[in-house]
């Protein structure tokens, strides 16, 4: 349900000249695992902005929301309800109901192919075989959201891929990720504020912070 403060929140969007909507992709219910980082990012990226408790349930997105403000920007900070291959169905939403043009979201997701540490920004391009970026592009009938990648690494031996991202974080990675986080939060936030400057476009396809250009390949799910 929608509480007062809620629909306040709504209303100061309403009246935004500007917003972005940054969607954390991952399995609802799942956290801790390899494959919910991104909404890992998203809880840290909300204690950053100071909503960590306005977290509220929006049934018309089927998604926790929480809404902040970044200079002169309203950020719309989304974790959609359900499994991963079906997240682009609560983006698609979220984008319609609170009017955010396509290259004003950001998908912040795990990525196989990078080592625990690398992070990358990537704008636009293929799914790179992750369901939850191929669920957004075809819920949104476009490819041209920013990603924010960040890299979870890849199981060793003859360990399945799907078996290793649904997987918990091992102990020694855990004394990782918060400096991983860390860093993802503060790409983040720099790309969205050189956007509301005007100069997002700036930024090349594959930067990352620390982290190498990989190739197009990828067969995570």
Known sequence: MWSRAMSQSCAVLRAAASRVLVAGLGNHGLQGTRHNVGMAVLAQLAQKL?????WRADRRCRADVAVASLEELDVVLLK??????VNGLSIANAAETYKVGIEDIYLVHDDVDKPLGKIAMKLGGSARGHN??????????????VRLRVGIGRPVGEAMVDRFVLGRFTTAEQEVLPRVLEQAVSLLLEHILRGSRGTKAALAPDRGQGSATSSDKGDQG
């Open 50 to 54: 100071n909503v960590t408790d306005q």
């Open 132 to 145: 939850g970026v191929r669920s957004c592009i075809g819920a949104l009938h476009s490819d041209r959201m």
């Open 80 to 85: 959609p309800w359900g499994l991963m291959n």
